[in-house]
C-alpha cells in the first residue's frame, strides 16, 4: 500500500461520524494513558531500580571484602584471647591497684610455712613515680636466722613484684634475757624492713 492510497483512505473518513469520534477518542487517550505511565510510574522505577543496583554493587564489593577479611578475624580473635591472658597474667606481676589485704594474706600464708612471726604490718605513705605508684609497707618479723632467710627465699618467688629495703637485723629480746636454765627461745632475731610493691597510676 503506498502513501496515495492511505491518504485517499484517510480522506474518506468522516470525521463527524460518532464511531469516528469514539475510536480517535479511544486512541488519544491511549496515547496520553501511555504517556502517562511512561513519565510518572517508568521512568521513576527505572531510577529505583538504577539505584537499587548500584546500592547492591556496593553492598556486594563490601561484603567480598568482609568474607576476605573472615580468616583474618578468627586469627584477632585467637590473639585477643591470647592477650587477654597475659593481661591477666601481668596483672598479677604489676595489678592495676594497692591490693592490701591480698599482700597481707600472702605476707602470712609465707611466713606460717616459713615458721616466721609477722609483728607488724604498716602501710606507709605512697610513692608517684612517673608511670607508677610505689607502694611501701613498714614490716617487723620474729624468727630464727635461717627461718628468715628462708622467708626471703619464699617472698622472692612470689609473682608479686617486690623490693626490700632498708633491712635491720637484731636479736630478740628473749636472748638477751633468757638465762642458761630457760629453754630456748622460739625466735633469736627480729627482722625490720619496707617492703615495696608497685601498682599502675591512674
Request: charged share 25%; glycine share 2%; aromatic share 8%.
Amino acid at each position: 500500500m503506498n502513501l496515495s492510497k492511505i491518504l485517499g483512505s484517510l480522506k474518506k473518513i468522516n470525521i463527524r461520524d460518532r464511531k469516528v469520534q469514539t475510536i480517535a477518542a479511544i486512541v488519544v487517550l491511549g496515547v496520553l494513558v501511555a504517556v502517562g505511565w511512561y513519565r510518572y510510574m517508568y521512568q521513576p522505577l527505572r531510577k529505583d531500580l538504577v539505584r537499587l543496583e548500584a546500592d547492591k554493587k556496593d553492598k556486594d564489593t563490601r561484603l567480598s571484602a568482609i568474607l576476605a577479611m573472615k580468616p583474618q578475624l578468627e586469627k584477632i580473635k585467637a590473639e585477643i584471647v591470647a592477650k587477654g591472658i597475659l593481661l591477666d597474667s601481668l596483672k598479677s606481676i604489676f595489678p592495676d591497684e594497692k591490693e592490701v589485704p591480698k599482700l597481707i594474706h600472702e605476707i602470712t600464708r609465707l611466713a606460717q610455712a616459713a615458721n616466721v612471726h609477722a609483728v607488724k604490718f604498716s602501710p606507709m605513705a605512697d610513692v608517684k613515680q612517673e608511670y607508677y605508684m610505689e607502694n611501701r609497707y613498714q614490716i617487723t618479723m620474729w624468727a630464727g636466722y635461717h627461718e628468715f632467710a628462708s622467708f626471703l627465699s619464699r617472698l622472692a618467688n612470689l609473682r608479686l613484684i617486690i623490693n626490700l629495703g632498708d633491712v635491720k637485723l637484731a636479736t630478740h629480746p628473749a636472748v638477751s634475757q633468757a638465762t642458761e636454765s630457760d629453754a630456748p627461745p622460739a625466735y633469736t632475731v627480729e627482722a625490720m624492713f619496707t617492703l615495696t610493691t608497685f601498682s599502675s597510676r591512674k
